[in-house]
């Protein structure tokens, strides 16, 4: 019966990393609002049956899709990147020949946004994903190859502001270079980031003084 038991579960995970793997391709052949529990069954080739008892509900099976599709980023590349900034224009690359990705990446952040159960979850990875930045930069710092008067955590924050701008421009301006503008405007970012703030004068004080 253990034996039996094994066999069974094995025959879940399989099926469910098949419906993962549906979800992946469905969503690079159809928008985002067009996907369901049912385009996902007919991409993997089984019953929508399936899909909902293995993923009770959408979110569930948004979530493992996300995890899956951006542990699967970079996993071909066939050089490393000199720094933080090499990897995000490599990844920004990438996303240029894998709009599907980015069309789920914009669209959970309305998830992330709301209040629900899962919005926790998808707000968990975008602060990840700001963490892996800071701790980037802040190795590029120490390295010396990136200079920085500012924490880590605030040119990361910037760096994925920019990031993620350029993201909607590749889905709403198709033709813009998004490769190219992230290029200019990481040069303008490097320069604020090299810059210690002037300290403010407080008016009032100097005032007082007088």
């Known amino acids: 019966m253990e034996h039996d038991h094994d066999v069974a579960l094995e025959d879940e995970q399989s099926l469910a990393e098949r419906i993962v793997r549906g979800a992946i391709r469905a969503y690079r052949l159809h928008p985002f609002d067009s996907v369901d529990a049912d ?11 399936t899909v909902r008892r293995l993923f009770p509900t959408w979110d569930a099976l948004l979530l493992v899709t996300y995890d899956r599709w951006t542990q699967l980023r970079g996993t071909r590349r066939t050089k490393s990147p000199a720094c933080t900034i090499d990897h995000v224009r490599m990844t920004l690359a990438e996303d240029v020949a894998d709009p599907g990705l980015v069309r789920v990446l914009a669209g959970v952040i309305t ?15 975008f602060e990840e994903y700001v963490d892996a930045l800071t701790a980037g930069l802040q190795r590029d710092a120490d390295a010396g190859s990136e200079q920085l008067a500012v924490p880590a955590h605030q ?19 198709p033709h813009v270079d998004v490769v190219v503008e992230f290029d200019r405007a990481v040069r303008t970012l490097r320069q604020g980031w090299r810059e210690r703030a002037v300290p403010a004068w407080d008016l009032d004080e100097v005032a007082l003084t007088r």
């Open 39 to 49: 385009v996902v069954a007919e991409v993997a080739g089984i019953d929508g049956d």
């Open 111 to 125: 998830i992330a946004a709301a209040d629900t159960g899962f919005a926790e979850l998808f707000r968990k990875r």
């Open 155 to 173: 040119a990361a924050t910037q760096l994925l502001a920019l990031y993620e701008g350029l993201q909607i421009q590749l889905l709403v301006r």
